[in-house]
């Protein structure tokens, strides 16, 4: 089983990026699924999620800014990341919950997003 994200790097202040997850052995469908991240020296946050039901969530922080969405036909996560400042620098980790009947849960390795100013 893993999730793997994508999409991370060098982007000025005010760009943007889209992140992506793709989950291989296990499928998202009947799993909320959820961005994170951990900038330096600090801890790991919630950013975002999406439940089975497709209803969204957001830090105040990223609120407006950021787009979390899920495809379950083809077991993709997505963060697409507007407005970016350089506090949202981090390394940012999909997740996907334990699901519905309870499983394991899963985190991705990270993809690094760094903002210059």
């Known amino acids: 089983v893993q999730l793997q994200a994508s999409g991370g790097g060098l982007v000025q202040a005010g760009g943007s990026l889209r992140l992506s997850c793709a989950a291989f052995g296990i499928t998202i469908a009947n799993r909320a699924m959820a961005w994170y991240r951990q900038a330096p020296g600090k801890g790991r946050e919630l950013v975002a999620t999406v439940t089975r039901e497709s209803t969204t969530n957001y830090a105040d922080s990223v609120k407006d800014r950021f787009t979390i969405s899920r495809d379950n036909a083809i077991n993709m996560a997505y963060l697409q990341m507007n407005n970016v400042k350089p506090e949202d620098t981090g390394v940012y980790f999909c997740?996907?919950?334990?699901?519905?009947?309870?499983?394991?849960?899963?985190w991705g390795q990270g993809t690094q997003v760094t903002v210059s100013s």
């Open positions: 997740y996907a919950d334990r699901g519905i009947p309870a499983m394991h849960d899963y």
